[in-house]
Structures are given as C-alpha cells and as structure tokens.
C-alpha cells in the first residue's frame, strides 16, 4: 500500500492542462519532506521530472510544474502533447518509516 | 555523461538467491548515494533500499519488505554498487533499477536511473 496517494488516471486532449494530485501524511509530506516527480514512458526507466516540489532539472520542458502545500501536492503538465503519454510517480521521505516513499503512479492520456 | 547499467538478473527458484550489480560510468561513484527500486509485472514502483556514499558514513536504509533479505552495498574502487537478494519469493518478480541519490537538504531524490535488470522467481 503506497504512503503517497495518486489518482490511478488523468487524461487530456492535446493542448490541454492537467494536474496530477499527490496526498502524503503527517509523516511524510506534512512533516516538511520535499516532494519530487518521475516520468516513466512506457517499457522506458524513470525520469526525473521535478525535484524539491517544483525545480525543473535541465531539459525537462516548462510545461511541467509542481508545488506542494502540506500534506499534498501537484504536478501540472500544460500544453499537453502526446509524447507526455506515461506513468507519473511522486516521491517523497517518511519520517516513521525511515524511508523513501513513491505513489502508486498515475497513467496520463493524451 | 553518466550511466547506470543493472546486471545479474534472471530466473531463479523460490528460496534461492540473486546478487544484482550497477555498473556506473561518467561521475565521480564514491561521491553519490545511490538505491535500488523495482517495478513487478503491470505494478508501479518501489523503493528497496538506499546507501550513503562513504563521506556520509556509508549508512543504509532499507524498506520493510525487504529488511532482513537483501543487502545493499558498494565497491567505490568498482564505481558499482549491490544488491544481494536472499530467500528469494514469487513476490519479489519484477523489473529491478538502480539510481543516483543527490543529497537536497536532508533527503535525496533520484536523478539518473539504470534500465533495469529482470528477476523472475518461479519453481
């Protein structure tokens, strides 16, 4: 059972914008542990999307954002294109577990 | 630039076990932490387990699935690092990656991952 939660899927026509939600604890996003985001295309290794809530390493596309707010937080692809068809994955650390914590991931549509 | 490649999976029989290697290559590998996640068939993933890099005392972490039963460790003089897989379980079929840790305030977040390496568990 995944500490972080995901919405199983999002969808969007090209253009569009869609948010992916991700929903820690007290014990996780809550206690102040950053939240970083992975994209995963299909049969293809992780990516690294986001890291620390909402920097952008180099290369990854200004059309992906993410914030964090308490126990919660957001990925946001804009200007949605077809080629952003993947799983997305949060990550953050727990702080009862002592370790690292991934959402279920969320399947996006184009 | 750099490069992280898994090796040693494959199949093998429940209870036996399985030593993963990550060749790395284009960084400097006793600087960085590094982890191991897995990917079961159609599932998402999961974090196994985590080791400091040396100037950090070398210290791991481990999830609790796995605590007990594999061992993550490193060869600084390799540029590799392990993942020793014991008593092996159906359950633990999946696609197995590893990855840099880069240190951000107190935790680290995974910036290059391998391509991942198969272990299929099966009698």
């Known amino acids: 059972q995944s500490m972080l939660t995901q919405p199983p899927s999002v969808s969007g026509a090209p253009g569009q914008r869609v948010t992916i939600s991700c929903t820690g604890g007290d014990s996780n996003l809550g206690l102040g542990y950053d939240v970083h985001w992975y994209q995963q295309l299909p049969g293809q290794r992780p990516k690294l999307l986001i890291f620390a809530n909402s920097n952008r390493p180099s290369g990854v596309p200004d059309r992906f954002s993410g914030s964090k707010s308490g126990t919660s937080a957001s990925l946001d692809i804009s200007g949605l294109q077809s080629e952003d068809e993947a799983d997305y994955y949060c990550q953050s650390y727990d702080g009862t577990l002592h370790g690292y914590v991934l959402g279920s991931g969320t399947t996006v549509t184009v | 630039e750099e490069h992280l490649v898994e090796s040693g999976g494959g199949s093998v029989q429940p209870g036996r076990s399985l030593r993963l290697s990550c060749s790395t290559s284009?960084?400097?590998?006793?600087?960085?932490?590094m982890s191991w996640f897995r990917q079961a068939p159609g599932k998402g993933l999961e974090w196994l387990c985590f080791?400091?890099?040396?100037?950090?005392?070398?210290?791991?972490k481990y999830a609790a699935s796995v605590k007990g039963r594999f061992t993550i460790s490193r060869d600084d003089s390799k540029n590799t690092a392990y993942l020793q897989m014991n008593n092996l379980e159906s359950e633990d079929t999946a696609v197995y990656f590893c990855?840099?840790?880069?240190?951000?305030?107190?935790?680290?977040?995974?910036?290059?991952w391998g391509s991942g390496t198969t272990v299929t568990v099966s009698s």
């Open positions: 284009g960084f400097t590998f006793g600087d960085y932490a």
């Open positions: 080791i400091k890099a040396r100037a950090y005392g070398g210290a791991t």
């Open positions: 990855s840099r840790g880069i240190l951000f305030y107190t935790e680290y977040y995974m910036d290059v």
